[in-house]
């Protein structure tokens, strides 16, 4: 069920909200958390909206999407919708638009709406503050997540996450390697068990999941790590092998390479959207992982 309310207040949005739950006969006990999701962008508007649906069958949630309208406006207005049932996955949805002197006051307009002892968790789909822990809704949320793949210079995004890291924070980029992390990880745990004495990370320049995967291994050796542009691919090297693991842009199979070995063959399908936030819903704790690949960017040596 989608019931729009033009022109409405935070006061009638809640009553109509606790109606048509009881209409429905949807009940609170079942959510774990509230996630709070906020975009100017209205594609990535329902894009992130239906993702949230598709994260909320493992994290039975309530989502509020909050976003700006007219900022000229001269006079302040929220319009709202409400979906719920099979509008909203395993949860509900509450869409929030300001315009006028309301516009940017996500915060305040936001909080009567958050359930009640559970966590918060604030999600930037593109753009993102520079600090998100001090944002009005990041001072609501015990996790932050944000989205680098999305902002107008990726590189420089997944960058600025370091400056204004707070424990809590993390980035979809990140959670789409994690496959790549565990292979490549996997790989190393077999004889000889060498150190790694270089690196190389190759791939489409806007894609910050590659930077920060070549952040996570310049963390972890001691040896140079490189970035280049070119077929997607990471190697490794060792004193007497190689480890390749490499997969088509648009493919759903990776080859694990190894010298002197037998190539061998993985599914390693890019990470979609719902997939990568589910996962980073399963954990509100700080990751010190993810701090540790931010830092190791700088180490990078861009080609």
């Known amino acids: 069920m989608i019931l729009d309310l033009p022109q409405t207040s935070t006061n009638q949005v809640s009553k109509k909200l606790d109606a048509l739950r009881e209409e429905s006969g949807a009940v609170n006990l079942g959510r774990v958390l509230t996630l709070v999701i906020a975009t100017d962008n209205e594609k990535l508007l329902e894009e992130s909206i239906e993702a949230a649906n598709a994260a909320s069958h493992e994290h039975p949630s309530r989502v509020i999407a909050v976003t700006n309208g007219d900022t000229d406006a001269t006079e302040a207005r929220l319009d709202a919708q409400l979906r719920v049932g099979g509008d909203s996955g395993a949860g509900e949805v509450v869409v929030l638009r300001l315009s006028g002197p309301l516009a940017g006051h996500h915060g305040s307009v936001v909080i009567p709406f958050l359930l009640p002892d559970i966590p918060v968790v604030a999600w930037w789909p593109c753009e993102a503050p520079e600090v998100p822990a001090q944002d009005p809704l990041g001072q609501l949320a015990v996790r932050r997540i944000t989205d680098a793949t999305n902002g107008a210079n990726p590189l420089a995004a997944i960058k600025s996450r370091l400056p204004g890291y707070t424990p809590g924070d993390t980035d979809l980029a990140w959670s789409r390697i994690t496959y790549w ?55 490794l090297e060792r004193s007497s092998e190689t480890v390749v693991l490499s997969r088509p842009q648009q493919g759903v199979t990776a080859t694990l390479s190894r010298t002197g070995k037998p190539d061998a063959l993985v599914p390693l399908q890019r990470r979609d959207v719902p997939e990568c936030l589910a996962e980073d819903l399963r954990r509100l704790d700080a990751d010190t992982i993810y701090y540790a690949a931010l830092e190791g960017i700088d180490r990078v040596e861009y080609a």
Do not use: M, N
């Not at 990370?201 to 542009?229: F, M, Q």
């Open 181 to 235: 992390r565990a292979l490549l990880a996997s790989a190393l745990d077999q004889p000889p068990y060498e150190p790694i004495t270089s690196a190389l990370v190759s791939g489409l320049k806007d894609e910050p999941a590659l930077d920060i995967l070549a952040g996570w291994l310049a963390s972890r050796i001691d040896g140079p790590v490189r970035r280049v542009v070119g077929e997607l691919k990471v190697e």
